[in-house]
């Protein structure tokens, strides 16, 4: 896809409307329900291990999103996730996404030499190499868009980005919209992908 087009089609995303589930989550009954989540993503979502993603503070719609797809299981798979999600229903999503929404998260910490170079890609894109500028989508401070379901970025850890590029990269996660996240990935080379997942985990 040429650099030109994937722009437009960014830009057009951020006002595409969110697909939203049918049901209105519930903070309070989230939280009770969050407990079997604790052990891999920490209290309130705030994970301290790099090897599992923050939850605290995503939008709540990303998040069911995200449930649905690993129990659908064909655009993102993961054994774990699948073993947790498998009794969850449309509701209990809504309400899992509901409390961590609610949910602060800590910022994390960017390698100085590296983010110089994440900073440069993250706000201008690589044209050359058809790599868009995730500020576009992911906005200035990492908070992302919630009405076209891009998720908050800022102060995930870097394990945890690196991971979730190279798998788009590598088509081992497809459920991003319109393939975007494939197609930009695609063109990154692994410096670049450890460049931006350091200056995005220090961005707040």
Known sequence: MKYTT?????????????AAFAADGDAEAGEAKAQSCVACHGEKGDSKNADFPKLAGQHAGYTAKQLADFKQGETRSDPIMAGQVAGLSEQDMADL????AEQSVSMGQADEELAKLGEKIYRGGNPDRGVSACIACHGPTGNGN??????????????????????????????????????????????????????????H
């Open 97 to 100: 996404g509901a409390y961590y």
């Open 6 to 18: 994937l722009v437009s089609i960014l830009a057009a995303s951020l006002f595409a409307p969110s």
């Open 146 to 203: 919630p009405p076209a379901n891009f998720p908050l970025l800022s102060g995930q850890h870097t394990d945890y980005l690196v991971k979730a590029l190279e798998d788009f990269r590598d088509g081992k996660r497809t459920n991003d919209q319109n393939g975007m996240m494939q197609d930009i990935a695609s063109n990154m080379r692994d410096r670049e992908i450890e460049a931006v997942a350091s200056y995005i985990s220090g961005l």
